[in-house]
């Protein structure tokens, strides 16, 4: 089975001109959702590389706050996920979050939840904490018949 890390340049350049002949069994895309400055973008990628019986592994921090950085400045997101209802600036429950990323992100992109956990996610600290203790959803996806043919419309903006 092949592996491919993910470079600074994002999943086509990782991959390249060496793109898979055949899809993946497995791809895992832990806690890069919502760093990420076009995650809709990325679903569809990794979509895209899973056999149809093929699985996601995805982790996500929730609830969700995008934190795009670009060197050393935190920049908006070029794509915003539908996370109405599940982002932390709404103080959005983590079971509320998992259902938002669930229904208005996974779904409209073309996956079932096949099931999910909650683990601790230890977040490097700044200059008033040494380290954070954060939530993150686990959760295992399969494709859905649907052509997944996107997550909500929404461009731009911070989406926080």
């Known amino acids: 089975a092949a592996t491919r890390d993910l470079t600074p340049a994002g999943l086509g350049a990782a991959l390249g001109e060496d ?43 929730l609830p969700f706050k995008p934190f795009v950085e670009r060197g050393t400045r935190k920049v908006p997101p070029e794509e915003v996920l539908p996370m109405e209802g599940g982002r932390r600036v709404e103080g959005a429950s983590f079971e509320g979050a998992v259902q938002a990323m669930a229904e208005r992100v996974l779904g409209p992109a073309g ?50």
Do not use: H, K, Q
């Open 19 to 61: 793109a898979p002949a055949e899809p993946f069994d497995l791809v895992s895309c832990c806690n890069i959702l919502d760093r990420c400055s076009r995650p809709r973008s990325l679903l569809r990628e990794m979509r895209r590389l899973l056999r149809p019986e093929g699985r996601l592994l995805l982790a996500v921090v």
């Open 111 to 160: 996956f079932a939840v096949e099931a999910w956990t909650r683990l601790p996610y230890l977040s490097a600290g700044d200059l008033s904490e040494p380290y954070y203790v954060l939530d993150d959803a686990i959760f295992v996806l399969s494709r859905t018949e649907s052509d997944a043919g996107g997550v909500g419309a929404g461009e731009g903006g911070e989406g926080a």
